[in-house]
């Protein structure tokens, strides 16, 4: 058949068929472009998202470590110049509540009789315990409205005390893992900023700053990273905060094995990213690890951004269908052409 056609026909389909596969290799160099930059851009949202979340979170525990740093100063200065004011502090701690809605609560726990040395003159009062000793907390109701409770109770398990029990003993700043106590008659979930108060080198009592898990929610909610989610882990490995469910919140993860090679990295400050399946979805997804440090400590949460590759890929797979269509519109034309040419004179 081709011997029968014409050189005008000949050269005709071997233009047309150059064409063809030209415009296969050049649309398969820009797809495969398409396809890098969309994974790069992908990767670069994704982690620009995980840092600059885990940052903000970093200068939120930065500003409470100021708030109860500056409590625990004003207390020790009132020791130290022989004016000490329970009333005085309770209407600090109310006062701080008022300048900062995002924080949940306010303890400052004394050792006995460290604080004025007459605990025995504030029995059951107001603020303090069936011993005198001065350990309040307080939280908020509404609007310049304050609920004022202990912020220590003989009942406490072991785990209810180690916001106390561990900077009385490192003399160091201590974010406590979520921990659920009854606040005004309620369940309430909890992760404090303590700060102990040092006097002398000794330990004489502790300023501990409390956020809500409801609040750390809700600001994690609002974060939609290319249509994903992002989630925190605290330092043992308990859900903080989910995008994705909040019925995780509280779920420990230290046992999956997985999550297990994960925190063994973050935990030491490790940032990485590297891609998984998602394990509700099942689908592939790209993970990106940023951590949350608590100044001067080396406790280090885990802030973790989670984006479907499909949402990544969008901008490919609309390129490739765009082109998959012009691709068989014009192999149609070609088609049609050189049938129409070289069947003429046949």
Known sequence: MLKRLSLVQKIVLSTCIVLLITFAVLNAIALKQIYKYSQEQGETIASF???????????????????????????????????????????????????????????????????????IEHI?????????????????????EFSTELSFYSNYSENETKWYDIPKETHEIYLTEPTTYDVQGKPTTIASIVV????????????????????????????????????????????????????KVLQNVSNDSEWNSVLARTTKGEEFTKSGLSSSTKEKVL???????????????????????????????????????????????????????ISKDL
């Not at 109310?94 to 949940?104: M, P, R, V």
């Not at 009062?125 to 509404?142: A, E, H, L």
């Not at 479907?308 to 082109?323: A, V, Y």
């Open 49 to 119: 998202t995980s840092k600059y979340n885990s940052e903000k979170l970093e200068r939120r525990f930065e500003k409470v470590i100021t708030i109860a740093k500056d409590i625990a100063n004003q207390t020790e200065t009132m020791v130290s110049t022989g004016n000490q004011s329970r009333e005085f502090i309770l209407s600090v701690m109310e006062n701080t509540l008022n300048l900062h809605d995002d924080i949940f609560g306010i303890a400052v726990s004394y050792e006995p009789n460290k604080f004025d040395n007459k605990d």
């Open 287 to 341: 993970e990106v690890y940023s951590t949350i440090n608590i100044k001067d400590t080396d406790q280090y949460w885990t802030y973790v951004s989670i984006i479907p590759f499909s949402n990544i890929l969008e901008n490919f797979n609309l390129s490739f269908k765009t082109i998959l269509f012009v691709g068989l519109i014009l192999f149609v034309f070609i088609v049609y052409v050189n049938y129409s040419i």
């Open 124 to 144: 059951n009062k107001v603020g303090s315990n069936s011993k005198g000793q001065f350990m309040p907390y307080i939280t908020r109701i509404g609007d310049h």
């Open 196 to 247: 102990p108060i040092i006097r002398d080198d000794k330990f004489v009592g502790v300023v501990s700053v409390d956020t809500s898990l409801d609040y750390l929610q809700k600001e994690i909610e609002k974060v939609r990273p290319l249509g994903g989610f992002s989630e925190i882990v605290s330092t043992g490995g308990i859900y903080v905060a989910s995008g994705e469910n909040f019925s």
